[in-house]
Nanobody, 115 residues
């Protein structure tokens, strides 16, 4: 059974940092993505990384967030720096075996930025 399990969320003060992790149960995923959904809003793409290490970010997180992957551990990370209250959301890990293929989702993890 394919599973994606997120960890590393929590409460942090504005300007602080968090690192999210997402561990996959299989090693075949080509594309990993992080999404987030704030209360009452749609789920938006935050960042994604391909098998060759190419990355892409939403404008709102560029220069603050970094996505990376450790293929040996089947894990993708999201390093979040200079966090703002607007970053508060449930963050979801997503993965695809190939571009355009079925999208698998983690259960989501809460990130709250507040003083």
């Amino acid at each position: 059974q394919v599973q994606l399990v997120e960890s590393g969320g929590g409460l942090v003060q504005p300007g602080g940092s968090l690192r999210l992790s997402c561990a996959a149960s299989i090693s075949s995923f080509s594309i990993y993505s992080w999404y987030r959904q704030a209360p009452g809003k749609q789920r938006d793409l935050v960042a994604h990384i391909t098998s060759d290490g190419s990355t892409n970010y939403a404008d709102s997180v560029k220069a603050r967030f970094t996505i990376s992957r450790d293929n040996a551990k089947n894990t993708v990370y999201l390093q979040m720096n200079s966090l703002k209250p607007d970053d508060t959301a449930v963050y979801y890990c997503s993965a695809r075996l190939f571009r355009g293929g079925p999208q698998y989702w983690g259960q989501g993890i809460q990130v709250t930025v507040s003083s």
